[in-house]
């Protein structure tokens, strides 16, 4: 587990009143070995999902800091983990201002599991997520110190023309569509297959309204007599699954007198035990599909394009190879476009303490060598200069700002590790002109002829 540490100077670490430094153990927290699948997310303290035993058998997701007591875990059982992939979390704060019915922060976690679900002979990996919430301390007995709020969902990233599914995700992206608002957070996912011989990705995304309306509605049960899964029980209330902030102060909770976790009915947490697979899959088509090339990591920009009073919005994806590549995509509408190809680095690198990293920018303007061919990347802000005869990326000082981001690409190990860090631009609105519009002034030499807007 690494963090940054902004301030070095004021920095020291825990110690017991002897003067002895407090050690911890890192089991939990971070995996045996670094083949083992991991990921965590700080939410004021660390939630992790790795391997719990050093053979990398037994599996947890786990609230990993924190007080003692309140350090809870998934169950273990194979209805909960079956031999999960870890891919990637988010914490996903709710609206303080838009928040009416008093909902709880929730932590999501993406992962591949063997689905239990399907009676066949070969072992069918299915890519899941998963969420608990951040106020959610365990039952009294039945679950004591586990989850009183872990579910799960099938993600489904189907290409409905040619009816191929893709059942193995790789990498998670998580972006807000709308900058503040967390009821605009979208995953983007990579995903492959494992029936396919040759080297195949592709890249789906999932909103955060559609994973809410899919664990928020019906359960799947398997009967225990015939081991098939079929449409369950009565469900309970409270609905489980689900814990309010506010002390759960609120409707329905309220009306029972339930003020924690601890206070839920047995057959609440017995439910809930029972049943943490949603009946519905969350479903989406690809953005993109990609043969011959296996994507490792992903990140997302956006970038907001206009003509007249129309805006679209533009997404950018970066996506790293398994070769050390970097590969951006601009996905308008139900277009998919290859734009760059960047070579980062000429071979594999072998061991875990290769300290190379690049930084690289959103935007390659500088790679269209003509105005027309500028013209066609006005989606991601690039505008042709004509007194300096190229290409570049459109910003001035202006009181319109814009968020741009850099990417910064680190080789420590193979795959390819992607991280996005911030940087400021400023654009002025209303300047990127439709492509056919700027082909035409290129043609007749009308273009903008100044360099500096």
């Not at 988010?90 to 008093?102: C, L, M, R, S, V």
């Not at 997404?315 to 190879?321: F, I, W």
């Amino acid at each position: 587990v690494c963090f940054y540490i902004s301030n070095i100077s004021s920095f020291s670490l825990e110690k017991h009143e002897d003067g002895s430094m407090k050690m911890e153990t890192g089991k939990g927290k971070c995996p045996f070995e670094p083949s083992q699948h991991y990921t965590a997310v700080m939410a004021g303290i660390l939630y992790t999902a790795a391997t719990s035993n050093f053979l990398g058998t037994m599996y947890d997701i786990s609230r990993a800091t924190g007080i003692e007591q309140e350090r809870i875990r998934t169950e273990q059982s194979i209805n909960w983990l079956s031999d999960p992939e870890f891919v990637s979390s988010a914490f996903i704060q709710e609206d303080e201002k838009n928040n009416p019915t008093g909902e709880d922060d929730k932590i999501y976690f993406f992962f591949t599991e063997v689905a239990k679900e399907y009676d066949l002979y070969a072992k069918v990996k299915v890519p899941r997520v998963a969420r608990v919430c951040k106020s959610d301390v365990g039952g009294m007995k039945t679950l004591q110190r586990r989850w009183t709020t872990f579910l799960k969902a099938q993600l489904v990233c189907e290409d409905r023309a040619s009816g191929q599914r893709f059942n193995v995700l790789t990498d998670v992206f998580t972006v807000q569509h709308q900058p503040g608002d967390p009821s605009s957070t979208h995953f983007y996912g990579i995903f492959t297959s494992q029936w396919e011989r040759e080297e195949l990705s592709a890249v789906c995304v999932y909103s955060l309204e559609e994973i809410t309306k899919v664990m928020n509605g019906p359960f799947k049960e398997l009967k225990k007599t015939c081991e098939n899964w079929i449409n369950p029980e009565p469900i309970p209330t409270p609905r489980p699954g689900q814990v309010y902030s506010c002390t759960l102060n609120t409707i329905p909770y309220h009306i029972i007198n339930i003020t924690s976790s601890l206070k839920l009915p047995d057959k609440v947490l017995t439910f809930v035990r029972d049943h943490p697979l949603m009946d519905n899959s969350v479903v989406a088509a690809p953005l993109m599909i990609r043969n011959g090339i296996t994507y490792t990591k992903l990140a997302v920009t956006l970038t907001m394009a206009s003509s007249g009073l129309k805006q679209h919005m533009t997404t950018v994806l970066h996506l790293g190879t398994d070769h050390g590549e970097l590969h951006k995509v601009a996905v308008v509408g139900p277009n998919a476009t290859l734009i760059e190809e960047v070579p980062l680095f000429s071979g594999p690198v072998n061991g875990l303490t290769d300290p190379l990293c690049l930084s690289l920018p959103i935007v390659g303007c500088s790679l269209y060598s003509t105005c027309e061919v500028c013209a066609r990347a006005r989606s991601l802000g690039c505008v042709w200069r004509h007194k300096e005869g190229n290409c570049a990326l459109k910003y001035v000082t202006n009181k319109h700002s814009f968020t741009q981001k850099h990417i910064r690409t680190h080789r420590l190990s193979l795959p390819l590790f992607i991280v996005v860090t911030q940087l400021h631009l400023y654009f002025r609105p209303g300047e990127v002109v439709e492509a056919d519009d700027l082909v035409r002034q290129c043609n007749k030499g009308e273009g903008k002829s100044d360099s500096g807007t």
